[in-house]
């Protein structure tokens, strides 16, 4: 499996057998994610920076909500919670992913810093968890963090926070997380379940505006 990270909340997940595009971000969120092709899309919520379905080539398959799928070898559980409202608006709905695919499991928080309440078994034993240190209604690393200590996954991928701002959403997660990121790489390659220690892998998002 293969993991790189489009900008924003944005990440491709390569499989032997298929590619995912989990929140595919428009070039307002800050990024530029360039035109990924990919067999299945997912969507957390309709924000242009997480619902840029029109961004990514082929004839992919898009999944918008809650449910159980199962398509090229990828098992997808989708999870729903409440985002907080922003303003004078309504709670959105957002859906949150977990990943199967060659014996790893991966996590997707979509637009929240915290996992939903149900279905927690789904979240226990995770391999990756995708995080965003920021959602539209600002930072929230230090709600982050704390989901990093509730869920303790093998790798964590923070995603939602700008590259090279030293004393932005990024260091304040890892002062409260208490774990020392990994130097920053183009894309994570795993093929096996890691080992006991915790990681904090940083990745490049493909381009920056």
């Known amino acids: 499996m293969d993991i790189t990270w489009l900008g924003h909340a944005s990440i491709r997940v390569r499989t032997r057998l298929a590619t995912v595009v989990m929140d595919p971000a428009d070039k307002s969120a800050g990024f530029d994610m360039g035109r990924p ?21 082929g004839k992919p398959i898009v999944i918008e909500g809650p449910g159980e799928y199962e398509i090229q070898g990828v098992q997808l559980y989708g999870l729903s919670a409440e985002l907080p ?23 997707h928080l979509g637009g929240m810093a915290i996992a939903p ?18 959602t539209e209604n600002g930072p929230d690393p230090e709600r982050a963090a704390r989901t990093v200590r509730a869920l303790e996954p093998a790798i964590t991928i923070p995603v939602a926070y700008t590259p090279g701002d030293e004393q932005g959403p990024l260091k304040r997660f890892l002062d409260s997380v208490g774990i020392s990121a990994e130097a920053p790489v183009e894309r994570l390659s795993l093929q096996r379940r890691g080992g006991e220690t915790q990681r904090i892998v940083l990745l490049e998002p493909s381009r920056q505006q």
Not at 94 to 107: C, I, K, M, P, Y
């Open 85 to 107: 409202a922003s303003g004078n608006g309504a709670p959105q709905r957002n859906t949150a992913f977990v990943l199967e695919a060659e014996g790893l499991h991966l996590a």
């Open 117 to 134: 309440g149900e279905e927690a078994e789904l979240f226990s034993n995770l391999d990756i968890l995708v995080l965003p240190l920021s």
């Open 37 to 57: 092709t990919a067999n299945i899309v997912t969507v957390s919520h309709q924000h242009p920076f997480h619902a840029n379905v029109a961004g990514v080539r």
